[in-house]
T-cell receptor, first 110, second 114 residues
Framework: QKEVEQDPGPLSVPEGAIVSLNCTYSNSAFQYFMWYRQYSRKGPELLMYTYSSGNKEDGRFTAQVDKSSKYISLFIRDSQPSDSATYLCAAMEYGNKLVFGAGTILRVKS | ETGVTQTPRHLVMGMTNKKSLKCEQHLGHNAMYWYKQSAKKPLELMFVYNFKEQTENNSVPSRFSPECPNSSHLFLHLHTLQPEDSALYLC?????????????FGSGTRLTVV
C-alpha cells in the first residue's frame, strides 16, 4: 500500500466551478500536510501547508485535514483556467522526509 | 539568482554516454534532494544530503551517482543509463527543523535516454 494515495485524474471542470482534490494516507504519524502545484515544464511549488487536523484558508484555496479518517483535501473556489496544473499532496512526520502522492491533473475550461 | 536552479533543462543522451545534472540553491538551506518524476507515479526520492553528507540512498542503481561538494550545490552523474530512466529529475532543498516551509523545487531536467 502506498503511504499517500491520490487519484491521478485528469479532472476537468468549467471555469467558476468549485474543485475538490483529495488524498488518503496510511501513516498515522504524519503531522504535516502540504499541497504543491506543478505547472507544465516547472517544478512543484508549495501552495498550502497544514499542521495536524483542521482547515486553512488562503484566498480561493482551502486545505483540510481529517486525521481520524486519514483524509487530506484541497478546495478551490471560483476556479480559473490559470488553476490548470497538477496538484500533489504530501505528508511528513517531524524530522522525516516528505512523502508525495502521484498528483492530480486539473483542467479548468473557459 | 534566487530559489533552486537546475541545468540543463533538457538532456538527450545515448545509453553509453556520461552526463551530469547540476543543481544550485540560493536559499541558505542545509538539505538537498534528488527526485525522479515519471508520469502518473509519485515523486520518487533518490538521494538526500544534509549539510553536504549523504543521509539517504533509496536503492538507486549505481548508474546514478550523486555528488554534493557543499550545501549549495548538488550534482547527479549519469552513465550507461537505460531507456526506462527517461523522466523529469527534480532537485529540491529545505531547512531542517522548518517543516512548515516545505521543500523548494527547481524546474527540473527533462532526461530522454535513447
Amino acid at each position: 500500500q502506498k503511504e499517500v494515495e491520490q487519484d491521478p485524474g485528469p479532472l476537468s471542470v468549467p471555469e467558476g466551478a468549485i474543485v475538490s482534490l483529495n488524498c488518503t494516507y496510511s501513516n498515522s504519524a504524519f503531522q504535516y500536510f502540504m499541497w504543491y502545484r506543478q505547472y507544465s515544464r516547472k517544478g512543484p511549488e508549495l501552495l498550502m501547508y497544514t499542521y495536524s487536523s483542521g482547515n486553512k484558508e488562503d484566498g480561493r484555496f482551502t486545505a483540510q485535514v481529517d486525521k481520524s479518517s486519514k483524509y487530506i483535501s484541497l478546495f478551490i473556489r471560483d476556479s480559473q483556467p490559470s488553476d490548470s496544473a497538477t496538484y500533489l499532496c504530501a505528508a511528513m512526520e517531524y524530522g522525516n522526509k516528505l512523502v508525495f502522492g502521484a498528483g492530480t491533473i486539473l483542467r479548468v475550461k473557459s | 539568482e534566487t530559489g533552486v536552479t537546475q541545468t540543463p533543462r533538457h538532456l538527450v543522451m545515448g545509453m553509453t554516454n556520461k552526463k551530469s545534472l547540476k543543481c544550485e540553491q540560493h536559499l541558505g538551506h542545509n538539505a538537498m534532494y534528488w527526485y525522479k518524476q515519471s508520469a502518473k507515479k509519485p515523486l520518487e526520492l533518490m538521494f538526500v544530503y544534509n549539510f553536504k553528507e549523504q543521509t539517504e540512498n533509496n536503492s538507486v542503481p549505481s548508474r546514478f551517482s550523486p555528488e554534493c561538494p557543499n550545501s549549495s550545490h548538488l550534482f547527479l552523474h549519469l552513465h550507461t543509463l537505460q531507456p526506462e530512466d527517461s523522466a523529469l529529475y527534480l532537485c529540491a532543498s529545505s531547512q531542517e527543523g522548518k517543516a512548515n516551509y516545505g521543500y523548494t523545487f527547481g524546474s527540473g531536467t527533462r532526461l530522454t535516454v535513447v
